[in-house]
Every structure is written in structure tokens, then in C-alpha cells.
């Protein structure tokens, strides 16, 4: 089974340019989510998605949006990217049903520098 | 504000126990979670605890104590490939995640 995967693995972006970070999930979650992590703090929530069709803003949603068009496919675009976005993003994903514990779990991350 | 604290570093022997501590101040609660994080990998989940009391998984534990806001987890028999950072996260009234920071654990032979 292969879970969560995110794509690319890493990536070297240009300031002012776009991009997408790939995530799908495998495990018909209703739930996903985008963190990010940078030394010294716990994870960050960007975005979140409770269900296919609807999405939430964390605790940190500015210079970033998502999409849920379906149950496995969560993309978080990044319309201009900044410096202060470099980061390593993780997406995850929950069972978020009523006898569930919500246990997230994670995709192996993207690594994200903005020069 | 809601916060979680946990220490930044801690360092044992391979072989002994070692217990990592996390309080927290969170509106609402609706668990705790303890992930294990190998540097340059995913978090990977170690523990979920609702109610009050020690939850026992192999050589890790885990208690919780909800009127204190304090939790930690317990490593026995510590190897090697423990090292890691552990994560400390607790499920706050809207469902979120508040992590905090991360506990980075040496081992030493």
C-alpha cells in the first residue's frame, strides 16, 4: 500500500514563480491536510480538507490555496512564491469518521527553497 | 493562545529508559498524540491518548493526565535507532492538530 505521496521530492523555485505540490492518498481518507515545518517549530497547518469539495484555512493560509476535487488528490499551490516560504511541506491524511480516533498520517514531505 | 511544551533536546544511554514530557494549554481537547520523527523523514505515529492513564505499546508508553495538561512518553530498553524527534500533538476543540515543537532525543552508546 502506498499510503501518501507527494510530489516532487524536493525543488529549488525562483521568487515571484508558481508552483503546485502533488499529494494523494491511497487510504479513501475524508480527511487531508498541508503542514509545514521550519527548525525550531512545531508543524504549521496551511490548509485542510474535511471532505472532497470543501476547504479551511490553519493557521497559516496566506501566499497559499488548495483544491479538493476528489477523495485522493490534495494540491497546494503556491500562486507567488516568497523567500519566507522555504520549507518543508507535509500533507496527511485522517479517517476523521465518528469512532475514529482521527489519527493523521503522513506523506514523506517536499523540500522547498525560494531564492 | 494555545500552546504546547515540550524540551528541546534530551540525551541517553542506549539500553536505559527515558521519559519525555509535554504540557499543554489548548482550547478544548479532544486527545493527545505522540509521533516519532526520523531527521529528513515523515512524522510517523507513536500513541493516541483520550482518557487519563498509561497506554502501553511494547517498549513505549504513554500516560496522560487531562486536569494537569501533562503527558509524557516513556522509552524503555532505548536503541540506537531511537534517536529521532519526537512530537507532542494535541486535538484541540475544532478537530486541529497543535503541535509542539518537537523533543530531539540522542542516544549514546
Known amino acids: 500500500t502506498a499510503g501518501i505521496t507527494q510530489a516532487p521530492t524536493s525543488q529549488i523555485l525562483a521568487a515571484g514563480r508558481s508552483m503546485t505540490l502533488r499529494c494523494t492518498q491511497d487510504?479513501?481518507?475524508?480527511?487531508m491536510y498541508w503542514y509545514r515545518q521550519d527548525l525550531g517549530l512545531g508543524l504549521r497547518l496551511i490548509h485542510y480538507?474535511?471532505?472532497?469539495?470543501?476547504?479551511g484555512k490553519g493557521e497559516v493560509p496566506d501566499g497559499y490555496s488548495v483544491s479538493r476535487a476528489n477523495t485522493d488528490d490534495f494540491p497546494l499551490t503556491l500562486a507567488s512564491a516568497v523567500p519566507s516560504q522555504t520549507s518543508v511541506y507535509f500533507c496527511?491524511?485522517?479517517?476523521?469518521?465518528?469512532?475514529?480516533?482521527?489519527?493523521?498520517?503522513f506523506g514523506p514531505g517536499t523540500r522547498l527553497t525560494v531564492l | 493562545g494555545q500552546n504546547i511544551d515540550q524540551p528541546t533536546e534530551m540525551t541517553a544511554t542506549e539500553g536505559a529508559i527515558v521519559q519525555i514530557n509535554c504540557t499543554y494549554q489548548?482550547?478544548?481537547?479532544?486527545?493527545l498524540f505522540w509521533y516519532q520523527q526520523h531527521a529528513g523523514e515523515a512524522p510517523t505515529f507513536l500513541s493516541y491518548?483520550?482518557l487519563d492513564g498509561l497506554e502501553e505499546k511494547g517498549r513505549f508508553s504513554s500516560f496522560l493526565s487531562r486536569s494537569k495538561g501533562y503527558s509524557y512518553l516513556l522509552l524503555k530498553e532505548l536503541q540506537m535507532k531511537d534517536s529521532a524527534s519526537y512530537l507532542c500533538?494535541?486535538?484541540?476543540?475544532?478537530?486541529?492538530?497543535?503541535w509542539g515543537a518537537g523533543t530531539k532525543l540522542i542516544i549514546k552508546p
Open positions: 496527511a491524511s485522517s479517517d476523521s469518521g465518528t469512532y475514529s480516533t482521527d489519527t493523521q498520517y
Open positions: 487510504m479513501r481518507h475524508n480527511a
Open positions: 480538507s474535511n471532505t472532497a469539495g470543501t476547504t
Open positions: 489548548t482550547s478544548g481537547f479532544n486527545g
Open positions: 491518548n483520550v
Open positions: 500533538a494535541v486535538m484541540d476543540s475544532n478537530y486541529q492538530l497543535i
